[in-house]
């Protein structure tokens, strides 16, 4: 019975880490990266790599156990993260990033139920597996993990003060794309990131501006509304650089990354959007190792547009951090 116990626990063990190793794949490779570039400091590695650890540690602890195990219990733990390898295995043929997604989010259920229960078996007397109390500390664990993101997005400050004594400086600016109204004018929130990057490009903080942003058919996109715009203001065309075809932020930060940061050894790039997009917009530089500073654009926003808000980006944010979505 000792024998057994030690022997489901320690494919568990097993299981746990082929599937960490499976989501470190995944969130590397969605951000066409390679696993040379693995840092254990990126926060979606420390998340994750953080609670196989702990995960591993119980493992251990349970197998130094003395007391009596119900091997049903341990081998309902060892199907589970079985189960949640083969979810990532599965989502390695769907191409649906919205069906991608679901998989992504069960996978890490299914990981932190065993986590959970795994914790609780070694404390329980009983050695028995309380599905509820597990599915409450889940839970807990998800609330707190939300609340926890949702904080640090509200409470994101961008690089603006950093830059008042007009020392610091910058390779370029780029410019994340927003809404086109009537086929070829910039949204409120458009219009303001522009002001934006033109007021960092006219105070010499960066001697260029990249325009990202793509569109619908039969209208400009969001980068060739930038251009036109900037120019009116007086900005070099020489100067303006249009990038017309991402459709997400992570698209955009990819093409910066690839076409200029890397190609040209760029040192440092500002990031110009609203401030509740800029912490994941950040998150995905440190990510893929670009040095970025951030300017906030000045769009005035309700306390309760503001809270909707973040409440998007911390969900956006932690698909990111997880999964290596943008």
């Known amino acids: 019975m ?3 116990k030690n022997f489901i626990l320690f494919f568990i063990g097993l299981a746990a880490v082929f599937s960490e190793f499976l989501l470190v794949n995944i969130r590397y490779s969605n951000q066409s990266m390679v696993l040379d570039e693995f840092s254990f400091f990126k926060t979606g590695n420390l998340i994750s790599g ?13 197998i130094f156990s003395k007391s009596k195990y119900r091997n049903g219990v341990l081998l309902a733990l060892l199907i589970a993260e079985i189960i949640s390898a083969a ?4 989502s390695y043929a769907v191409n649906d990033k919205d069906y991608k997604v679901i998989l992504y989010i069960a996978f890490f259920i299914l990981k932190v139920f065993v986590l959970v229960s795994s914790v609780l078996v070694f404390f329980s007397a009983s050695k028995k597996l309380h599905v509820f109390n597990s599915l409450g500390y889940i839970l807990l664990f998800f609330v707190l993990m939300f609340l926890t993101t949702i904080y640090f997005v509200y409470n994101f400050t961008d690089n603006a ?10 390779d370029a600016g780029v410019i994340l794309g927003a809404a086109v109204w009537g086929g070829n004018r910039p949204s409120p929130v458009l219009r303001e990131r522009i002001n934006k990057g033109f007021e960092i490009y006219e105070k010499k903080y960066v001697p260029k501006l990249i325009l990202t942003g793509g569109g619908s058919p039969n209208e400009l996109t969001e980068a060739e509304v930038q251009k036109n715009e900037l120019i009116k203001y007086g900005v070099d065309p020489r100067n303006l650089f249009v990038e017309a075809k991402s459709n997400s932020t992570n698209e955009q930060i990819q093409f910066v990354k690839t076409k200029y940061y890397k190609r040209f050894n760029y040192q440092k790039i500002i990031l110009i959007s609203d401030n509740f997009h800029l912490f994941r917009a950040t998150e995905m530089c440190k990510f893929n190792n670009i040095n970025a500073d951030s300017f906030s654009s000045d769009t005035p926003l309700s306390a309760e547009s503001y809270v909707n808000f973040c409440i998007k980006e911390s969900f956006a944010v932690l698909i990111f951090w997880l999964f290596g979505i943008g």
């Open 2 to 4: 000792f024998k057994t």
């Open 50 to 62: 953080g609670m196989t650890l702990l995960l591993i540690v119980f493992v251990l602890l349970n």
């Open 87 to 90: 979810v990532v295995l599965v």
């Open 161 to 170: 003060d950093n830059y008042k004594s007009g020392k610091k400086k910058a």
